[in-house]
């Protein structure tokens, strides 16, 4: 094979190396596959060609995190929860009222709540036609969701709301269906999804 000959062996080892990679559209994990070769000439010893072909492999990427929006209240706006149920925050702590007018409190600063660490609390109010849940949750300023989860394990998003200024509290609500299991697990996460506290279901 004449010098010329040799090169252009060369060249159609590496395009044919080349062109067996595989494609993909998707950035992913790049791995090398080498393809060897061996071409041979009449006035020299066999030589062997070595060729490096990338090969790319796709990398399954991750859910986007399903995160609530927080409303911003004024302090002691009502807030419509729904169902004849009001809702309204003061720095002092979270309102609520039910269809009979009926006022409750809990409080943010008596000390019942730490809040230089996230946590979350729980209430509920209703019957065989809905139960109302709500609550506080506190020690952080990046809340990305509340979320509660039944005996069946279907999972429902409550509604938060908190007020002006990057508060590092604010209040929960949500409207399920009753259960059997008792009350659902109750938690609380970051806006990148870590589970930052969280009640466990329990029993009536």
Not at 1 to 16: D, E, L
Not at 19 to 45: C, F, I, N, R
Not at 92 to 105: A, H, L, V
Not at 152 to 164: I, M, S, Y
């Amino acid at each position: 094979m004449t010098k010329k000959q040799y090169v252009s062996a060369v060249v159609a080892v590496m395009a044919a190396a080349t062109l067996a990679a595989p494609a993909s559209a998707t950035a992913g994990t790049v791995t090398a596959k080498t393809v060897t070769a061996t071409a041979t000439s009449t006035s020299t010893s066999p030589s062997t060609v070595t060729t490096t072909a990338l090969e790319t492999r796709t990398t399954p990427s991750k859910a986007p995190v399903q995160n609530t929006p927080v409303r911003t209240v004024r302090p002691g706006e009502r807030v419509d929860a729904g169902q004849g149920w009001t809702v309204w925050l003061t720095k002092k702590g979270k309102y609520w009222s039910g269809p009979d007018g009926y006022e409750n409190f809990r409080s943010v600063v008596d000390g019942n709540i730490d809040r230089s660490q996230p946590g979350v609390s729980h209430q509920s109010e209703g019957g065989e036609s809905g139960v109302f849940h709500s609550g506080l949750y506190y020690g952080t300023r990046a809340a990305g969701r509340v979320e509660l989860t039944d005996a069946d394990g279907r999972k429902t998003l409550a509604t938060l709301v908190a007020l002006p200024g990057r508060s590092d509290w604010g209040v929960w609500y949500v409207h399920i269906a009753p259960t059997q299991g008792g009350s659902p697990a109750v938690a609380l996460y970051d806006r990148s999804g870590k589970l930052l506290a969280d009640l466990p279901a329990w029993d009536f």
